[in-house]
């Protein structure tokens, strides 16, 4: 987040102009996760990510994450995220389609067993957000 003001002063008249990062300025919505790891794979999801390729991260912060971790608790996965964007399914929705995410969850989804409570088109069930405090 960043601003930038120059500065220009004419014989009678100081200038000022603004310039804006137009991230600083979007709204974060935060977001909780949840799916099953199953037992067998807890090793092999923790050791692809030990080592997240480069361009699955690249893509993560294209499609406007930030802040984003995953935890591991007696066979939960629960992940934390903050969404800085101004389209979450236009995001979702490309990072869908970046062939490297594509391979990348090739490997993860074995390991994973989604809740049948889960919403209509979701792989990680969406959780609802019951406190916050800054």
């Not at 002063?9 to 000022?16: A, D, M, Q, V």
């Not at 979007?26 to 050791?47: F, T």
């Not at 809740?115 to 209509?120: D, H, N, Q, V, Y």
Request: charged letters at 25%; one cysteine or more.
């Amino acid at each position: 987040m960043w601003m930038v003001a120059t500065f220009i002063l004419t014989e009678s008249t100081l200038w000022i102009n603004y310039v804006e990062n137009l991230e600083w300025n979007k709204a974060m919505k935060r977001y909780g996760m949840v799916i099953r790891v199953k037992p067998e794979k807890l090793d092999e999801y923790k050791r692809l990510h030990a080592a997240v390729w480069p361009g699955v991260l690249k893509q993560i912060k294209g499609s406007h994450i930030q802040n984003y971790s995953i935890y591991h608790k007696d066979g939960w996965l629960f992940s934390y995220f903050e969404y800085m964007g101004s389209n979450f399914e236009a995001d979702m929705a490309a990072m869908a389609e970046d062939p490297e995410t594509q391979r990348w969850w090739k490997l993860c989804n074995p390991c994973q067993e989604p809740l049948e409570t889960r919403g209509k088109g979701e792989w990680w069930a969406d959780m609802e957000e019951v406190f916050h405090c800054d």
